[in-house]
């Protein structure tokens, strides 16, 4: 079973460089396959210069084999090339954007099956703000303001990014809807990993990583391990 990566937006510079290169360490070192998704920037016609973007950050962080996917629509998401290349990937990198348009695009896709059979045999599956938020069992769509299914690669949870610019101001709101689910609040520059002791997560970046739960507010900083029995709703299944 591979590895999780959830961050909270303002992906490409200054710290995120921590948990990035991390990443690229567990999906296996510089030379892995790295699959970039940029179909949440489509509908803002911005998913070139976003793909782009994405390709030249990695690269900088010394990733060798990175290649932005024509992935931007459910059609492409059914692309048979599309779909090798995911099988095949070991780092697979979610943009943010639309987070309805990306989880509409790849929810019962073949990519997305792609991807599961990826992290089941190792990969990393990992998304910045709206890439971040479909991984989870619920989403909020701040554009059409409301509560969506996400994607469910980890249950029990709802990813609030950019927890420390406006992200937190869902928190209340949504702990009232979703009484009993996490709320994963991420700061920008922020990622979190389950790489830390015995499968826990572990926060890398420049901020913290805020959880709500029944009513409890518990902030965890840079290089604090967190996660027991009590938020095992957050992994997605033990790895074996």
């Known amino acids: 079973m591979g590895y999780i990566l959830l961050e ?15 990443a690229i360490e567990l999906a296996g070192g510089a030379n892995v396959p790295v699959g970039i998704i940029p179909a949440a920037a489509a509908p803002a016609n911005d998913h070139l210069n976003a793909g782009e973007n994405g390709v030249n950050w990695f690269r900088s962080l010394g990733a060798t084999d990175v290649t932005a996917l024509p992935l931007t629509d459910r059609k ?15 780092l697979i990198y979610m943009l943010g954007g639309s ?27 990992g998304g910045s703000s709206a ?19 996400g994607l469910g690669l980890i249950s029990g949870c709802c990813v609030l990014p950019h927890h ?8 209340s709101w949504l702990a009232d809807l979703l009484p009993d689910t996490i709320l994963i609040g991420i700061d920008e520059r922020t990622g979190m990993l389950d790489d830390g002791p015995d499968g826990r997560w572990q926060v ?15 902030r965890v900083a840079p290089g604090q391990p967190f ?3 009590s938020l095992k709703p957050f992994k997605s299944q033990d790895r074996g």
């Open 8 to 22: 909270g937006g303002a992906e490409f510079g200054g710290e995120m460089e921590a948990p990035d290169r991390r």
């Open 76 to 90: 492409s998401a059914d692309n048979p090339n599309v779909v090798e290349a995911l099988r095949r990937g070991k």
């Open 99 to 125: 987070p309805q348009h990306l989880e509409q695009t790849l929810a019962g896709s073949a990519s997305w099956r792609a991807m599961l059979l990826a992290h089941e045999a190792g990969a990393v599956i």
């Open 131 to 149: 890439g971040a938020m479909v991984l989870c069992t619920h989403y909020y769509d701040p554009f059409q303001r409301e509560v969506l299914k």
């Open 164 to 171: 420390n610019s406006f992200g937190q101001n869902w928190a």
């Open 204 to 218: 890398y970046g420049q901020g913290e990583v805020t959880l709500y739960r029944r009513g409890k507010i518990e």
């Open 227 to 229: 996660g027991d029995k």
